[in-house]
């Protein structure tokens, strides 16, 4: 899905959560599809859609 949809407006960036999970993946394009864990914080949230992603630890 996220590849369609970015593949058809490159602007627009996707946070998708999972709490049941504690986990949540942020997707943003410019040329290719890039993709990064994020914290589920509400810290990390809020980072990842100011365009301020920190890569967990893993």
């Not at 590849?3 to 946070?15: C, D, E, F």
């Not at 990064?36 to 890569?55: D, F, H, W, Y």
Request: glycine fraction near 6%; hydrophobic fraction near 45%; charged fraction near 15%.
């Amino acid at each position: 899905m996220c590849n369609a949809l970015l593949g058809r407006h490159p602007q627009i960036k996707v946070l998708a959560l999972a709490p049941e999970r504690s986990s949540s993946v942020f997707f943003w394009s410019v040329v290719d599809i890039h993709s990064a864990p994020v914290e589920s914080s509400e810290e990390g949230i809020l980072n990842a859609l100011r365009g301020k992603v920190q890569l967990m630890a893993s």
